[in-house]
């Protein structure tokens, strides 16, 4: 159970190019969804909170027109990089918790995707 | 805020032998610490948590934590390395805060040597 099936694994597009990643949890229901960047061989940086059917909150020096997310349902939220730059290449990763857990309760993480912005 | 400090960078063992990767946290309340793994190019994968109940976590693959207040610590034991298990550890504190916001270690590469 609490499988997050994220998508697409990767993607390399021109410069200029919008790119959406979505994310989904396959066997619960979440109402929170969480986005996170990670560069090659470092941890990972929560970007933003993903809300259903609620903007979403972003951490400080998050560009939000620059990333625009949407949790339109209670299984799925988007992560859209706009007008990508080669700056923006990164690894992309989601998580979700499930609507019936208590707080602390772990996160459950998506297989993150690969962005490469040539 | 909550803080977590994973002390070692890399680790290097050899197959058969303990694995021990430190994680040092602070924190005003008691909190919550989760254990997970990250193999190359994939998502994470919870290894064990610790939620206020026994000290001595167990986890999947035969990994467990011990939290030790005193020492606001929850290091990452196992007793016996196995080439599979050479990944990313990341050891996580659970914020107190209205999302229970994840505040990640620096993460230890572990290299398992047949």
């Given at each position: 159970g609490a499988v997050v099936s994220q998508h697409p694994s990767w993607v390399i597009c021109k410069s200029g190019t919008s790119v959406k990643i979505e994310c989904r949890s396959l066997d619960f229901q979440a109402t929170t969804m969480f986005w996170y960047r990670q560069f090659p061989k470092q941890s990972l940086m929560l970007m933003a909170t993903s809300n259903e059917g609620s903007?979403?909150?972003?951490?400080?020096?998050?560009e939000k027109d620059k990333f625009l997310i949407n949790h339109a349902s209670l299984t799925l939220s988007t992560l859209t990089v706009t007008s990508a730059h080669p700056e923006d290449s990164s690894f992309y990763i989601c998580s979700a918790r499930d609507r019936r857990d208590?707080?602390?309760?772990?996160?459950?993480f998506g297989d993150g995707t690969r962005l490469s912005i040539l | 805020a909550q803080s977590v400090t994973q002390l070692d960078s890399h680790v290097s063992v050899s197959e058969g032998t303990p694995v021990l990767l430190r994680c040092n946290y602070s924190s005003s309340y008691s909190p919550s610490l989760f254990w997970y793994v990250q193999h190359p190019n994939k998502g994470l994968q919870l290894l064990l948590k610790y939620t206020s109940a026994a000290t001595l976590v167990k986890g999947i693959n035969g990994f467990e934590a011990e939290f030790k207040k005193s020492e606001t610590s929850f290091h990452l034991t196992k007793p016996s390395a196995h080439m599979s298990d050479a990944a990313e550890y990341f050891c996580v504190v659970s914020e107190f805060d209205r999302y229970s916001t994840l505040t990640f270690g620096k993460g230890t590469m572990l290299l398992v040597s047949p």
């Amino acid at each position: 159970g609490a499988v997050v099936s994220q998508h697409p694994s990767w993607v390399i597009c021109k410069s200029g190019t919008s790119v959406k990643i979505e994310c989904r949890s396959l066997d619960f229901q979440a109402t929170t969804m969480f986005w996170y960047r990670q560069f090659p061989k470092q941890s990972l940086m929560l970007m933003a909170t993903s809300n259903e059917g609620s903007k979403a909150t972003y951490e400080q020096g998050v560009e939000k027109d620059k990333f625009l997310i949407n949790h339109a349902s209670l299984t799925l939220s988007t992560l859209t990089v706009t007008s990508a730059h080669p700056e923006d290449s990164s690894f992309y990763i989601c998580s979700a918790r499930d609507r019936r857990d208590y707080s602390n309760q772990p996160q459950h993480f998506g297989d993150g995707t690969r962005l490469s912005i040539l | 805020a909550q803080s977590v400090t994973q002390l070692d960078s890399h680790v290097s063992v050899s197959e058969g032998t303990p694995v021990l990767l430190r994680c040092n946290y602070s924190s005003s309340y008691s909190p919550s610490l989760f254990w997970y793994v990250q193999h190359p190019n994939k998502g994470l994968q919870l290894l064990l948590k610790y939620t206020s109940a026994a000290t001595l976590v167990k986890g999947i693959n035969g990994f467990e934590a011990e939290f030790k207040k005193s020492e606001t610590s929850f290091h990452l034991t196992k007793p016996s390395a196995h080439m599979s298990d050479a990944a990313e550890y990341f050891c996580v504190v659970s914020e107190f805060d209205r999302y229970s916001t994840l505040t990640f270690g620096k993460g230890t590469m572990l290299l398992v040597s047949p």
